[in-house]
């Protein structure tokens, strides 16, 4: 059960332009919804994330943008560089006592240079 | 300061043999969590540490996988018998007490490949 769904699976994006991925969540009991990037034979680096009550959130070149009635968020990478080369994955946290992180399938994103 | 650390990085193993993966936490972080990495996959959550608290084994997908944690530091993970479909990439996180925050901090993890 695929409780984080994300899109697309892979970007290719020019120096300087705007990258948009994309996630959709089913639980309404998730309350924190993080983004994670994760290079190449490195585990995942929290990225920047927001709380459900918070329609945007930005950080730098870095914006999500959260829309509760319809169950969807998305980053936004402004200005992209071929440093932001890399997996991302968005997550949801649920109320469980665990705390554990749902995550996406990931999108690869390339930035051409 | 030291981030999280795995150990071994790469294991290649065969079907049917037992092994044993090492996660050693940032200091302090009593929340402990190891999630497994299919290839081109997401994360899957497999095990919760806190404190001294009974772990949270939800995740676990068979009784082929355990962990272990002492106290507030060094967890193991074990795989017995091993299967093919284990081969992934075992990723250990820790974190302050929940309260405080939700920040996951992750190793490298490390890389099984089952023959």
């Known amino acids: 059960q695929q409780q984080v769904k994300q899109s697309p699976q892979s970007l290719i994006v020019q120096k300087g332009g705007i990258s948009i991925i994309n996630c959709a969540y089913e639980?309404?009991?998730?309350?924190?919804f993080p983004w994670y990037q994760q290079f190449p034979g490195k585990g995942p680096a929290l990225l920047i994330a927001?709380?459900?009550?918070?329609s945007e959130k930005k950080e730098g070149r870095f914006t999500i943008s959260f829309n509760k009635s319809a169950k969807q968020f998305s980053l936004h990478i402004m200005d992209s560089q071929p440093g932001d080369s890399a997996t991302y994955f968005c997550?949801?946290?649920?109320?469980?006592?665990?705390?554990?992180?749902?995550f996406g399938s990931g999108t690869q994103l390339t930035v051409l240079p | 300061g030291a981030g999280v650390s795995q150990s071994p990085s790469n294991k290649v193993t065969e079907k049917g043999k037992d092994v044993e993966l090492r996660c050693d936490p940032i200091?302090?972080?009593?929340?402990l969590y190891w999630y497994r990495q299919r290839l081109g996959q997401g994360l899957e959550f497999l095990i919760y540490f806190q404190g001294n608290s009974a772990p949270d084994k939800s995740g676990l997908p068979s009784d082929r996988f355990s962990a272990e944690r002492t106290g507030e530091s060094v967890s193991t993970l074990t795989i017995q018998r091993t299967q093919q479909e284990d081969s992934a990439v075992y990723l250990c996180?820790?974190?302050?007490?929940?309260?405080?925050?939700?920040?996951?901090?992750f190793g490298p993890g490390t890389r099984l490949t089952v023959l």
């Open positions: 200091s302090g972080h009593t929340a």
């Open positions: 927001i709380r459900p009550d918070v």
């Open positions: 997550a949801a946290v649920g109320t469980g006592s665990a705390r554990q992180l749902t």
């Open positions: 639980n309404t009991a998730f309350d924190y």
């Open positions: 996180a820790s974190s302050l007490p929940l309260g405080t925050t939700h920040t996951q901090y």
